[in-house]
C-alpha cells in the first residue's frame, strides 16, 4: 500500500523558515520524481516544485523561486521542501505528490498525501 | 510559463445530466493534459490522463479530449458523488493547474 505523509507544518511568522517533510512507503521513492502542490484556504491547487529520481534536477513555480528549496534524502525515502523568507501569502495546505511518467514527457500524480498545513501569521 | 483557463468556473446540474468542462492551455501542449477530481477536505485524484486515458479504477462516465490548446472534460451522466472540483493541469512545460470548476447538484 502506497503512503505519503507530510509534516513538518504549523504556524509561523513572516519572514521566518520552515521545513516540511514527505515520509514515502509501498513503492520504489529512488525511481520516483517527487512534487510539492500547495493549496490556499479556499483557493484553487498550485504546483510548486519538483526534483527528480536522483536529486540532479530541481524545479520550481515562480511564486516561490529562490526561497524555497525542494530536497530529497533516497536512503530515508524522504522528500523536503524548506520554505525561508516565508509570506502570509504562503499560507496554504501543501501536499508531496509522486509523479509518474507517461508518454514520454507527459507527468500524472496518482499518489498524494494527506497535507499539511503551513500558516504564516504574525 | 504556460498559463491555464476553465470555464466554468462553476456549475450546478441535474443527476443524470450531462456536464462539460473546458481548459485551454496559453500555448501548444500537445497531449499533455491531465484532470483531476477534489472533494473538500480531500488530496486531488488524477481521473484522465494524456487528454484522453481513463485512468486505471476511475469510472467510464468521464472522458477526456483535445489535444494542442483546446481541452473537453465531460461527465456523460452526472451522480451524486461527482459533486467536486475538476482541475485541468498541464504537464508539457513544467506544471500548471487551471482555476478549477466547481460541480454541484441542482
Known amino acids: 500500500q502506497v503512503q505519503l505523509v507530510e509534516s513538518g507544518g504549523g504556524v509561523v511568522q513572516p519572514g521566518r523558515s520552515l521545513r516540511l517533510s514527505c515520509a514515502v512507503s509501498g513503492l520504489t521513492f529512488s525511481n520516483s520524481d517527487m512534487n510539492w502542490v500547495r493549496q490556499a484556504p479556499g483557493k484553487g491547487l498550485e504546483w510548486v516544485a519538483v526534483i527528480s529520481y536522483d536529486g540532479s534536477d530541481k524545479y520550481y513555480a515562480d511564486s516561490v523561486r529562490g526561497r524555497f528549496t525542494i530536497s530529497r534524502d533516497n536512503s530515508k525515502n524522504t522528500l523536503y521542501l524548506h520554505m525561508d523568507s516565508l509570506r502570509t501569502a504562503d499560507t496554504a495546505v501543501y501536499y508531496c505528490?509522486?509523479?509518474?511518467?507517461?508518454?514520454?514527457?507527459?507527468?500524472?500524480?496518482?499518489?498524494w498525501g494527506q497535507g499539511t498545513q503551513v500558516t504564516v501569521s504574525s | 510559463d504556460i498559463q491555464m483557463t476553465q470555464s466554468p468556473s462553476s456549475l450546478s446540474a441535474s443527476v443524470g445530466d450531462r456536464v462539460t468542462i473546458t481548459c485551454q492551455a496559453s500555448?501548444?501542449?500537445?497531449?499533455?493534459l491531465n484532470w483531476y477530481q477534489q472533494k473538500p477536505g480531500k488530496a486531488p485524484k488524477v481521473l484522465i490522463y494524456d487528454a484522453s486515458n481513463l485512468e486505471t479504477g476511475v469510472p467510464s462516465r468521464f472522458s477526456g479530449s483535445g489535444s494542442g490548446t483546446d481541452f473537453t472534460f465531460t461527465i456523460s451522466s452526472l451522480q451524486p458523488e461527482d459533486v467536486a472540483t475538476y482541475y485541468c493541469?498541464?504537464?508539457?512545460?513544467?506544471?500548471?493547474f487551471g482555476p478549477g470548476t466547481k460541480v454541484d447538484i441542482k
Open positions: 493541469q498541464q504537464c508539457g512545460y513544467l506544471l500548471t
Open positions: 505528490a509522486k509523479g509518474e511518467r507517461y508518454n514520454g514527457s507527459g507527468k500524472k500524480f496518482k499518489y
Open positions: 500555448q501548444d501542449i500537445r497531449n499533455y
